[in-house]
T-cell receptor, first 114, second 115 residues
């Protein structure tokens, strides 16, 4: 069975600090896909990134970066120079090949204080 | 391009009453999903449609929940009768197709409170 663990339930930092959200996954599939979503207070899940299991290149998008390591089954998310607008719940999710459902972690509530 | 639309945004009902939620996916998206998100948890898939056929409803409590997507576009999720534990946010999502590699795009959700 597939499983996603986000061990950090809540994180609180001061604006401009860097923060890393951890995600550890379990799967027996050789091909799988990892996702990060942001859920602001409005409630809508906003897609941030998708990663294929065969592409271990790290990715950077502005202040956001993602570190994918198959050896440790981790897909961590770093926000550099955090801003108050980054405050939200962040979810890591996993799916396999075929018509497989998306399995979400429990989420990490990130609070950026001014 | 318009995103996933859902209505209503909020609903308060008494237990044992019935309630229905509506979802309109992104145009051209063949796959539609309904998720239940209980406070403090990640979304859990209830049902997945590919066009108007059901792909996965293994976690749908079929004694009280039903869903349909008659013309392969809009979908309705119904709860009858509602229980206190059904209080949650119901999220609709859509994707181009049903493959695991497809990105799912979510609507704003319907917050249900059962009293």
């Amino acid at each position: 069975a597939q499983k996603v663990t986000q061990a950090q339930t809540e994180i609180s930092v001061v604006e401009k600090e860097d923060v890393t959200l951890d995600c550890v996954y379990e799967t027996r599939d050789t091909t799988y896909y990892l996702f990060w979503y942001k859920q602001p207070p409005s409630g809508e899940l906003v897609f941030l990134i998708r990663r294929n299991s065969f592409d271990e290149q790290n990715e950077i998008s502005g202040r956001y970066s993602w570190n994918f390591q198959k050896s440790t089954s981790s897909f961590n998310f770093t926000i550099t120079a955090s801003q108050v607008v980054d405050s939200a719940v962040y979810f890591c999710a996993l799916s396999g090949q075929g018509a497989q459902k998306l399995v979400f972690g429990q989420g990490t509530r990130l609070t950026i204080n001014p | 391009e318009a995103g996933v639309a859902q209505s209503p945004r909020y609903k308060i009902i008494e237990k044992r009453q019935s309630v229905a939620f509506w979802c309109n996916p992104i145009s051209g998206h063949a796959t539609l999903y309904w998720y239940q998100q209980i406070l403090g948890q990640g979304p859990k898939l209830l049902i997945q449609f590919q066009n108007n056929g059901v792909v996965d409803d293994s976690q749908l409590p079929k004694d009280r929940f039903s869903a349909e997507r008659l013309k392969g576009v809009d979908s309705t999720l119904k709860i009858q009768p509602a229980k206190l534990e059904d209080s949650a946010v119901y999220l609709c999502a859509s994707s181009l197709s049903s493959g695991g590699e497809e990105t799912q795009y979510f609507g704003p959700g319907t917050r249900l409170l059962v009293l």
